[in-house]
Nanobody
Framework: QVQLVESGGGLVQPGGSLRLSCAASGITFSIYAMGWYRQAPGKQRELVARITSDGYTNYAASVTDRFSVSRDNDRKTVDLQTNRLEAEDTAVYYC?????????WGQGTQVTVSS
């Protein structure tokens, strides 16, 4: 059974930081591209950051100089370091695992940026 379990969300003030983590099980983690998506109320789910099995990364334009994605294939985790958070970053953040032929989603973790 495949599981992606996110953690690290919460309430943070504007300008603050959070480190989100996703722990995977039931998949050969190292061969999957891993991504973080988010969905704000009333909006479509959007890609935030992605890291391939080879370690190449890409980011949404709105976060490229504030967020950083990393993976640990031994621990089967993918992290998203979020810095200088803004109110517009408020959303549910989802972990995503993708390879040819299939993909998986986590349940999400809420990030709320508010003073």
């Amino acid at each position: 059974q495949v599981q992606l379990v996110e953690s690290g969300g919460g309430l943070v003030q504007p300008g603050g930081s959070l480190r989100l983590s996703c722990a995977a099980s039931g998949i050969t983690f190292s061969i999957y591209a891993m991504g973080w998506y988010r969905q704000a109320p009333g909006k479509q789910r959007e890609l935030v950051a992605r890291i391939t099995s080879d370690g190449y990364t890409n980011y949404a334009a709105s976060v490229t100089d504030r967020f950083s994605v990393s993976r640990d294939n031994d621990r089967k985790t993918v992290d998203l370091q979020t810095n200088r958070l803004e109110a517009e970053d408020t959303a549910v953040y989802y972990c995503h695992a993708q390879r040819m032929g299939g993909d998986y989603w986590g349940q999400g973790t809420q990030v709320t940026v508010s003073s």
